[in-house]
Nanobody
Framework: VQLQASGGGLVQPGGSLRLSCAVS????????MGWFRQAPGKEREFVAA????????RYSDSVQGRFTISRNNAKSTVYLQMNSLKPEDTAVYYC?????????????????WGQGTLVTVSS
């Protein structure tokens, strides 16, 4: 299985970016897809997750109301729409997949990880 994240870049504070995560491979069908991020010198933290079947979502408090996670099952792709970006959102963003049946913010519950895409919010 492969998770391919893309869409990162440099954006000014208040701007928007949309990240994409494409899932490929026949032997792994994650029921839950999540986004995590890791800023320099900090631990990896949960951002958002979605159930591919029900569409249920969960967000961290720091991004609630600004970020939106969505999925296109036909394209095996999950998106993270990030609005009103702040400098503290600067990090490498990783997508991850879990075979669990329920959404978790615990990165240990995720079985497969993408390579990460860098988001820099700066003027």
């Amino acid at each position: 299985v492969q998770l391919q994240a893309s869409g990162g870049g440099l954006v000014q504070p208040g701007g928007s970016l949309r990240l994409s995560c494409a899932v490929s491979g026949r032997t792994f069908s994650p029921g839950i897809m999540g986004w995590f991020r890791q800023a320099p010198g900090k631990e990896r933290e949960f951002v958002a997750a979605i159930s591919r079947s029900s569409g249920s979502t969960r967000y961290s408090d720091s991004v609630q109301g600004r970020f939106t996670i969505s999925r296109n099952n036909a394209k095996s792709t999950v998106y993270l729409q990030m609005n009103s970006l702040k400098p503290e959102d600067t990090a490498v963003y990783y997508c991850a997949g879990s075979t669990d049946l329920s959404i978790s913010s615990d990165n240990a519950r995720y079985d497969s990880w993408g390579q990460g895409t860098l988001v820099t919010v700066s003027s």
